[in-house]
C-alpha cells in the first residue's frame, strides 16, 4: 500500500485488545512498512536522521568514554541509521526492536562479531544485561502502563545505567501505545525521577516528528534531550509509585531465552550474567 494511504491514520493499541505483543508487533510493524514516519532518509523518522542527531553523536561518545561503557544495549535500535556513525568501538552492541523485518536487515547488513541484531518485545523479552540501556524515544510512543510495563521488565536484566529521551515542558497526558507520540517529562508526575547524572541536549531541528507533519518544524517545540541515570537510582524512586508496584504485581515476563543470549566470551559479559544472576552461555 502506498504511503501516501496511511498519512494521519492513528495507529494504536487499545488496551481490551488480549494479545498485548502480538497487538504491539502489528501497529510498529505497519508503521515501518508504510513508512508511517514518513522521511526519505530513515524508516524510523525524522529523529533518527544525521541531521537530528548531528550534536547528540558526539556527545555521546564524549558521555561513553567518561563512564568506560563498553557493551551497550540499544532498545529500540530501529534501523541502525544514525547510531552506526558513532566515532566509538563497543566490545558488544546489541541492537533489539519489536519489528521482526529491521532484526533481519540490520542483521544481513550491519552484523559482525561485536554488532547484534535481535527481535524482541522490550515490555516482556528478557533483555541480557550491558554497562548501559540506551531507550532513545521509545517512550513517547507508550502509554503510562506500558511505559511502567518496561521498566519492570528490563529492571531484570542488571543495566547500570540507562540513557532516557527527556521532555520539558510536557503534560505527560497518557494517551494508547501507538504512531502518534507524546513527550515525557520524567521528572514530573507520575514518574518523579530525580536528576540525572547527565543531560544531553539533542538540539534537534525537530524535536519530534509524526506521521502528519510535513518536516520543517515540530508542532512539540519541547527541548529534547538525553538523560542519562544509573539503573539503580530510577528503580528507587519507581519503588515508592503505586503503578509501577501493581506491574510487577500482575504483569508476567518472559524468562532468559536462547534467541536472546548469543554466545559470549569476553569477561565482561561473565560479570554481568552473574551481577544479575542468569546463567552464562
Same mark, same amino acid.
Given at each position: 500500500?502506498?504511503? =501516501?494511504?496511511?498519512?494521519?491514520?492513528?495507529? $494504536?493499541?487499545?488496551? $481490551?485488545?488480549?494479545?498485548?505483543?502480538?497487538?504491539?508487533?502489528?501497529?510498529?510493524?505497519?508503521?515501518?512498512?508504510?513508512?508511517?514516519?514518513?522521511?526519505?532518509?530513515?524508516?524510523?523518522?525524522?529523529?533518527?536522521? #544525521?541531521?537530528?542527531?548531528?550534536?547528540?553523536?558526539?556527545?555521546?561518545?564524549?558521555?561513553?568514554?567518561?563512564?568506560?561503557?563498553?557493551?551497550?544495549?540499544?532498545?529500540?535500535?530501529?534501523?541502525?541509521?544514525?547510531?552506526? $556513525? *558513532?566515532?566509538?568501538?563497543?566490545?558488544?552492541?546489541?541492537?533489539?526492536?519489536?519489528?521482526?523485518? #529491521?532484526?533481519?536487515?540490520?542483521?544481513?547488513?550491519?552484523?559482525?562479531?561485536?554488532?547484534?541484531?535481535?527481535?524482541?518485545?522490550? *515490555?516482556?523479552?528478557?533483555?541480557?544485561?550491558?554497562?548501559?540501556?540506551?531507550?532513545?524515544?521509545?517512550?513517547?510512543?507508550?502509554?503510562?502502563?506500558?511505559?511502567?510495563?518496561?521498566?519492570?521488565?528490563?529492571?531484570?536484566?542488571?543495566?547500570?545505567?540507562?540513557?532516557?529521551?527527556?521532555?520539558?515542558?510536557?503534560?505527560?497526558?497518557?494517551?494508547?501505545?501507538?504512531?502518534?507520540?507524546?513527550?515525557?517529562?520524567?521528572?514530573?508526575?507520575?514518574?518523579?525521577?530525580? $536528576?540525572?547524572?547527565?543531560?544531553?541536549?539533542?538540539?534537534?531541528?525537530?524535536?519530534?516528528?509524526?506521521?502528519?507533519?510535513?518536516?520543517?518544524?515540530?508542532?512539540?517545540?519541547?527541548?529534547?534531550?538525553?538523560?542519562?541515570?544509573?539503573? =539503580?537510582?530510577?528503580?528507587?524512586?519507581?519503588?515508592?509509585?503505586?503503578?509501577?508496584?501493581?506491574?510487577?504485581?500482575?504483569?508476567?515476563?518472559?524468562?532468559?531465552?536462547?534467541?536472546?543470549?548469543?554466545?559470549?566470551?569476553?569477561?565482561?559479559?561473565?560479570?554481568?550474567?552473574?551481577?544479575?544472576?542468569?546463567?552464562?552461555?
Amino acid at each position: 500500500m502506498a504511503d =501516501k494511504e496511511y498519512t494521519g491514520v492513528n495507529i $494504536e493499541v487499545h488496551p $481490551e485488545q488480549k494479545d498485548e505483543r502480538f497487538a504491539r508487533e502489528s501497529v510498529f510493524s505497519i508503521i515501518h512498512d508504510a513508512n508511517l514516519w514518513r522521511d526519505e532518509e530513515s524508516v524510523s523518522g525524522r529523529g533518527s536522521s #544525521l541531521e537530528a542527531t548531528e550534536y547528540l553523536r558526539p556527545n555521546l561518545v564524549g558521555l561513553f568514554r567518561t563512564y568506560n561503557i563498553r557493551t551497550i544495549a540499544d532498545a529500540p535500535c530501529g534501523d541502525f541509521n544514525w547510531f552506526r $556513525e *558513532l566515532d566509538y568501538r563497543f566490545e558488544r552492541y546489541d541492537g533489539y526492536d519489536i519489528v521482526e523485518a #529491521l532484526e533481519s536487515k540490520n542483521t544481513k547488513v550491519y552484523g559482525t562479531k561485536t554488532t547484534h541484531f535481535h527481535h524482541a518485545d522490550l *515490555l516482556g523479552d528478557f533483555v541480557p544485561p550491558a554497562d548501559v540501556l540506551l531507550c532513545r524515544d521509545l517512550t513517547i510512543h507508550l502509554s503510562h502502563e506500558h511505559i511502567f510495563t518496561f521498566f519492570a521488565n528490563v529492571q531484570r536484566s542488571g543495566f547500570k545505567y540507562i540513557l532516557l529521551s527527556q521532555y520539558e515542558p510536557s503534560d505527560n497526558k497518557d494517551r494508547n501505545t501507538g504512531v502518534l507520540f507524546q513527550p515525557i517529562d520524567f521528572f514530573k508526575e507520575p514518574f518523579c525521577f530525580p $536528576e540525572p547524572l547527565e543531560l544531553i541536549d539533542e538540539k534537534a531541528p525537530y524535536a519530534c516528528a509524526g506521521p502528519n507533519q510535513t518536516g520543517e518544524k515540530s508542532v512539540h517545540p519541547q527541548g529534547n534531550s538525553l538523560g542519562f541515570w544509573r539503573m =539503580k537510582d530510577i528503580l528507587a524512586a519507581l519503588a515508592k509509585n503505586e503503578t509501577f508496584q501493581n506491574v510487577l504485581a500482575t504483569k508476567s515476563f518472559n524468562p532468559p531465552a536462547e534467541a536472546f543470549r548469543p554466545p559470549h566470551t569476553n569477561d565482561l559479559y561473565v560479570s554481568n550474567c552473574l551481577r544479575a544472576n542468569i546463567p552464562r552461555q
